[in-house]
């Protein structure tokens, strides 16, 4: 009897470990960008940026009830902001573009609706498509790659000058 478990014991051993060493874990590269690309993607991204700064500006004027600068807000410094969007989400990776263009087509369309709002005079709308527009912005920043990449090899001399 004794025998037998230690032969069964062995062989479930043997079988884990074959079925251990068979499967592998599922590895997904992350999108690699040139420093040419890296560097593009940082500029379209500060333009972004700006005018995602610029769109805070919103909410106090539809408090205010002042209409007429939401419409020509809209249309004037975030008017670009359909230009940038595009460029920024073609120069990122093949694999992110549509997710990325996705996600600007939706702040397009909030602001479309904010812009329709501000000429029925609707705060609620206005306000509850501002936030919407907010959250598919962070959205599509999330798809922008970080602007620090990893550095594979610092050569000696420049070891002590970076802090």
């Known amino acids: 009897m004794i025998r037998y478990r230690s032969i069964l014991a062995f062989v479930l051993a043997g079988i884990a470990a074959f079925l251990v060493s068979c499967s592998s874990p599922a590895t997904t590269a992350a999108p690699t960008y040139t420093e040419a690309q890296l560097a593009q993607i940082e500029r379209y991204s500060a333009d972004v940026q700006e005018l995602r700064d610029r769109l ?11 209409w007429r600068d939401v419409e020509t807000f809209i249309h004037g410094p975030l008017g670009e902001l359909r230009f940038r969007m595009g460029n920024l989400a073609r120069s990122l990776d093949p694999k992110v573009q549509p997710e990325a263009r996705a996600a ?56 002590n000058t970076v802090q």
């Open 56 to 66: 805070l500006e919103i909410p106090p004027l539809v408090q205010a009830q002042r």
């Open 104 to 159: 600007a087509q939706e702040v397009f369309e909030h602001l479309i609706a904010i812009d329709e709002a501000a000429k029925a005079r609707d705060n609620r709308k206005a306000l509850s498509n501002y936030n919407g527009a907010l959250a598919d912005f962070e959205t599509f920043l999330k798809l922008v790659p970080a602007s620090e990449q990893p550095v594979a090899f610092v050569p000696s001399a420049f070891v």
